[in-house]
């Protein structure tokens, strides 16, 4: 969602920004705009739609020291130049970017700014009003900012510039991410470390409702009352060559031939120095204390958390029940005496989740963060974390982060299980090799996958998955990847449920793709082929090897029954990425989509 990029020095800024801005991209994103700073004033700069626009629309020859920069996902008001940050006060001395949203805006400006016009629809606008009528009433900046921060409902990251004083970026934050990037002779801000890699790899974290005073030469935290606060910064583990395409014509295809690597890395980082699984101590006993688990977690996050539920419930025998985020806070169910609470999250900024995550701290209840980012908000205010380590992920759609999620659940399970004294079936690091080796196949099948999206895919106007067992979460999965990247409506459905309403949708040529990877399912999940064969369906079945019949579209390498959901997804996200790019759409940037949804 919204990006924020600042840079204080000497170098160029507006190019800076820009570049920051370009990194911003991928978390979605329809309007753009930077603000630059000089001697002759404040120079805004926005535009609807790409960086590449906004860059045009830039003065290349405006030289500044400081500036502000940001992606805008729209909230409140359409996507549009006027709606794009920065937004000025009325007589231009403050300018300022937000990500977030200020809940209550309506009254802040209802109550605050009466007799203030408003350009733009934005919630945003109003902060930089009230913080411009504060000064007029007689407060100082530091005061005005702050004042104006504990007004504010809802959720920010705030840069903010201030005409009458060129050497500084005003910062704060309150539930949505922001860093402050260190350098020799220049300092930074950004929403990930991403964006500011090319100049720095030293952070350091802001927590909430601190503000930040960003000049050239020095970073000053300050809490509430106005007390600095001292917070070493860490290094950013990224290396600048994740974050680039490379050859791939898009991250998803870089992404999605990531994945063997990944799994090995995996094994890797959780094997010991004898070779064997290991999860600390501490993350083990929470899970073996605890009398439910609860995971927590949004879109493909969350379809690797009903997968995750197979295998903690099948290794561990520890009952688990999984949640979506955003329905948890007000739906709650009765908890178990001792929950154990999971948040699963590529990004771990996911908003939704971290408001179930404040909530059920208030409880005093334990939780574990599964990210891939560390450091992420999620992973700070856990208890615990186990990190993905599948190296930034960057296409919105999310494929490589979702077969770490499920390798590391899996782990977690296995882990977890020998701790009870509960004897494993099978070696789940040589299961896990195996899979690795089983991607590798399915990643080199991208002519047959490119073929299957063609035959089945490129004139449909939907598109429905089916599954038994757990092939019914990984056909969650599959549909949600190729609604999200190629706009063709699909579902995902649970094989047995078609005959309970959904058949009615079944037309001539309706294409079904129908996943056969679990035995004691096979007979069943074929018999709900037939039954939308006969009414005219389009069946593309992906099966695994040795439960495969003639006409089955393609053939899984063969990986152990309870882990299959992390070959039989590879296919589906090929599958989508090939549908999508037949249509032309813009498979890295999906039209309304965030990579990281920093709003509830
Ligand atoms: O960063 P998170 O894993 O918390 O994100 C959750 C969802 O927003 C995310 O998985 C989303 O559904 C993806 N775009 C799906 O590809």
Not at 187 to 204: E, H, I, P
Not at 305 to 321: R, W
Not at 380 to 401: C, F, M, N, Q, W
Not at 556 to 583: D, F, G, K, N
Request: negative net charge.
């Amino acid at each position: 969602m919204c990006g924020i990029v600042g840079y204080i020095g000497q170098n160029d800024t507006k190019e800076i920004l820009l570049k920051g801005l370009e990194k911003l991209e991928y978390r979605g994103y329809d309007s753009a705009g930077i603000a630059v700073m000089n001697e002759n004033g404040v120079h805004v700069f926005k535009e609807k739609g790409r960086i590449a626009v906004l860059r045009e629309a830039v003065d290349s020859t405006l030289a500044s020291s400081v500036g502000i920069g940001h992606t805008r996902w729209a909230t409140h008001g359409v996507p549009s130049k006027v709606n794009a940050h920065p937004h000025q006060s009325e007589s231009e001395r403050f300018t300022l970017v937000h990500n977030g949203v200020i809940e209550n805006y309506s009254r802040l400006k209802r109550e605050y700014l009466p007799d203030v016009e408003l350009k733009s629809e934005t919630d945003t606008e109003v902060v930089v009003q009230l913080l411009e009528g504060f000064v007029n009433d007689g407060m100082e900046i530091e005061e005005a900012f702050r004042h104006t921060l504990s007004l504010l409902k809802g959720s920010y990251a705030i840069a903010l510039l201030d005409k009458e004083n060129k050497e500084t970026i005003y910062v704060a934050k309150s539930k949505s991410p922001l860093l402050v990037g260190l350098g020799d002779n220049f300092n930074v801000v950004a929403s990930d470390a991403m964006a500011m890699l090319q100049v720095t790899d030293q952070y350091v974290e802001i927590m909430d409702k601190e503000i930040v005073l960003v000049s050239e030469q020095s970073v000053t935290i300050k809490n509430l009352k106005g007390e600095v606060i001292e917070r070493a910064p860490y290094t950013a583990e990224l290396d600048a060559s994740d974050i680039e395409k490379g050859t791939y014509p898009h991250y998803m295809l870089k992404e999605i031939d990531e994945q063997p690597l990944v799994i090995r890395k995996i094994i890797q980082q959780y094997q010991d120095e004898n070779g064997k699984l290991t999860i600390a101590d501490d993350i083990v006993d929470a899970v073996n204390s605890a009398d439910r688990i609860y995971i927590i977690a949004a879109g493909t996050s969350y379809h690797a958390g009903l997968v995750g539920k197979q295998f903690i419930e099948k290794m561990a025998k520890v009952p688990v029940e999984v949640h979506v985020a955003s329905e948890f806070s007000y739906n709650m169910p009765l908890l178990s005496e001792n929950p154990l609470f999971v948040f699963i999250s590529q990004s771990g900024e996911t908003a939704d989740s971290r408001s179930v995550l404040v909530q059920i701290k208030e409880h005093g209840y334990k939780s574990l963060t599964i990210t891939n980012v560390p450091g992420s908000t999620l992973s700070r205010e856990a208890d615990y974390t186990l990190l993905l380590h599948a190296g930034p992920e960057i296409a919105v759609a999310s494929t490589k982060a979702y077969t770490a999620q499920l390798a590391v659940l899996s782990i977690l399970g296995a882990v977890a299980a020998e701790a009870r004294g509960i004897a494993s079936e099978f070696d789940l690091s040589q299961e896990l090799g195996i899979i690795a080796n089983g991607m590798e196949v399915l990643c080199d099948a991208k002519e047959e996958m490119e073929q299957i999206a063609r035959d089945f895919l490129s004139t449909t106007r939907n598109c429905f998955f089916i599954g038994r067992a757990v092939d019914y979460y990984v056909g969650l999965e599959g549909a949600l990847k190729l609604k999200e990247i190629s706009y063709i409506q699909a579902e995902g459905f649970a094989g047995g449920e078609l005959k309970h309403g959904t058949i009615a949708l079944i037309e001539e040529g309706t294409p079904i793709i129908a996943l056969a990877t679990q035995e004691h399912v096979n007979l069943s999940i074929r018999g709900n082929v037939k039954e939308v064969v006969a009414r005219g369906a389009n069946p593309c079945i992906i099966s695994m090897k040795g439960l495969e019949e003639e006409d089955d579209a393609y053939v899984l390498p063969v990986v152990h029954e309870l882990l299959t959901p992390l070959v039989a997804v590879i296919p589906l996200q090929l599958i989508s990425y090939y549908a999508a790019l037949h249509r032309d759409c813009d498979v890295d940037k999906p039209r309304n989509l965030a990579k990281s949804v920093t709003v509830e």
